[in-house]
């Protein structure tokens, strides 16, 4: 029996980058997702956008086993790896937009990050931030370098994004790097045209993740409201069908706030989805929807989760 009614997945990338590997220590492959789909085909119930919106804010009965795919950021592995693969077995996806990164060509900003420390020979650092506070950590072991990041992502995650590109750079001073180089090429983002082809397969739905990935409980109500609005917006546009889903960028206990939850209510999504497998409020409800993030290839894990 399933220990819950619902399972809602949370992926990122397919084919995990080796320099995400390397300092985060994610991994997920082609063939590991192919297993976890094969997976779900045989022993669950696997859902697209509409019948998930229809349980999360309509208290539409839930199938036996029920499970719905999500992917989160829009990088261009969910077209050229994860979409052939669902086809295959007839599993449904939502993949959720950071739509700035779609407009521009660039990576989000967490990913720059991990990519300088990739690539620093340098075994501290020291970060200037705009408000004149200073943040720095220094690390002899491949965790303690991930602890670092972790801290360093954590005082970026509060600084305002006009700001950020300000930030990257000193950041990329600090650690030796040169050109403030950018891994978009070894973690493109769709293409609006990609997206479109997705949403027209009719297996695909399409939600926001915001537009420039900002850590919305850091925001004001006005820069919140415009991240979910002209994210929002911009999908319309393109897919030319309505955007209902929201999930919020992180989408941790600290990051997601009840007047964050209360704005994505108002400005038109049905349903939003955390990164936690339970929601951090005492009361559920159809826009603080739980997901359990899918970050390792291996099979019996991941088994165990859909138990």
């Not at 082809?197 to 919140?224: D, K, P, W």
């Amino acid at each position: 029996m399933p220990r819950r009614p619902l399972t809602v997945l949370g992926y990122h990338q397919i084919n995990t980058p080796k320099f995400l590997r390397d300092t985060m220590g994610w991994e997920m492959t082609a063939e590991a997702f192919r297993e976890q789909m094969r997976y779900i085909a045989t022993y669950h119930h696997p859902i697209g956008g509409k019948e998930l919106e229809g349980i999360v804010a309509r208290n539409w009965p839930v199938p036996s086993n029920a499970v719905a795919v999500t992917f989160d950021d829009g990088y261009r592995d969910v077209y050229d790896v994860a979409f052939p693969i669902m086809k295959e077995f007839h599993i449904p996806g939502i993949v959720f937009l950071t739509t700035g990164p779609l407009d521009t060509g660039t990576s989000i900003w967490t990913n720059i990050v991990y990519y300088y420390f990739y690539l620093t020979r340098k075994n501290q650092v020291q970060l200037k931030l705009p408000d004149g506070t200073t943040t720095g950590c220094r690390w002899n072991t491949p965790e303690e370098k991930r602890q670092c990041i972790l801290q360093i992502n954590r005082k970026l995650k509060t600084i305002p994004q006009d700001d950020m590109s300000k930030v990257l750079s000193v950041l990329a001073t600090s650690l030796e790097i040169a050109k403030n180089p950018d891994p978009v090429d070894l973690l493109p983002m769709l293409t609006w045209q990609q997206v479109q082809e997705l949403q027209e397969s009719q297996l695909f739905t399409i939600g926001s993740h915001t537009v420039n990935h900002r850590i919305l409980s850091g925001c004001s109500e006005e820069l919140q409201k415009k991240e979910l609005i002209d994210s929002k917006g911009r999908i319309e546009y393109e897919t030319q069908v309505s955007c209902n889903f929201l999930a919020y960028p992180n989408g941790q206990v600290d990051d997601v706030t009840r007047e964050t939850v209360e704005l994505a209510r108002t400005v038109g999504y049905t349903a939003a989805f955390m990164f936690t497998p339970e929601t951090p409020f005492p009361e559920r409800s159809a826009w603080n929807a739980p997901r359990h993030p899918i970050m390792t290839p291996d099979i019996a894990e991941f088994s165990w989760l859909l138990s």
